[in-house]
Nanobody, 125 residues
Framework: QVLLVESGGGLVQAGGSLRLSCAAS????????MGWFRQSPGKEREFVAA????????DYVDFVKGRFTISRDNAKNTVYLQMDTLKPEDTAVYYC??????????????????WGQGTQVTVSS
């Protein structure tokens, strides 16, 4: 069992930055690949970024490439999402997730076993 708790969301103006954190419970954090997803009202949850267990591999959806950076600190059981040059269309609830299956990174929500409760990010124009 892995408990995930996101933090760092808030209100920011377009062009600004936020850093989301996701703290995981347990001593096996490094055995999970991690991902960030987001969901806006009326839309399905969508993949944003993923990182492999040791942090050597990262994957991003096209619309955040060059603006968002995923990273992890296994000693702190935490995964981060640095979000720069934010746009109003980035407004959503952001979720972190953990995947214990074999592989490096994952884009599909059903590949993840554990989810956080989400943190709201609102970007004003």
């Amino acid at each position: 069992q892995v408990l995930l708790v996101e933090s760092g969301g808030g209100l920011v103006q377009a062009g600004g930055s936020l850093r989301l954190s996701c703290a995981a419970s347990g001593r096996t954090f490094s055995s999970y690949a991690m991902g960030w997803f987001r969901q806006s009202p009326g839309k399905e949850r969508e993949f944003v970024a993923a990182i492999s267990r040791r942090g050597m591999n990262a994957d991003y959806v096209d619309f955040v490439k060059g603006r968002f950076t995923i990273s992890r600190d296994n000693a702190k059981n935490t995964v981060y999402l640095q979000m720069d040059t934010l746009k109003p269309e980035d407004t959503a609830v952001y979720y972190c997730a953990a995947a214990g299956r074999v592989g490096l990174t994952f884009r599909k929500a059903d590949e993840y076993s554990y989810w956080g409760q989400g943190t709201q990010v609102t970007v004003s124009s």
